[in-house]
């Protein structure tokens, strides 16, 4: 594990991820994922507010409901990660 602490550019640090991973919940936008679309990084998220707007609009990750447990935060992440096809990026 490695904490880098704030980088710039955020883009390219964004970028160099094979998955963001989003697990905070009452988010009113979550702005992250969409800086991860826009660098083509999947993402798995809480469906919850503004993470469940920006999914349900673009997609580009999997969603996993607000009472989910960190194994299945994990096994979603996982899934993502076994079978890219799984995420669909918008074009």
Known sequence: TILAGFQLPGERNIAALDLMLAP???????????????VGTPYV???????????????GGLVVETSAS??????????????????VLPL
């Open 45 to 59: 998220a809480t469906r919850d507010a503004g993470h469940a707007e920006i999914h349900e609009r673009w997609g």
């Open 24 to 38: 905070a919940v009452r988010e009113p936008f979550g702005r992250t994922l969409v800086e991860a679309l826009l």
């Open 70 to 87: 960190a194994g299945t935060f994990a096994e979603a992440a996982l899934a993502a990660l076994d079978d890219p096809a799984r995420v």
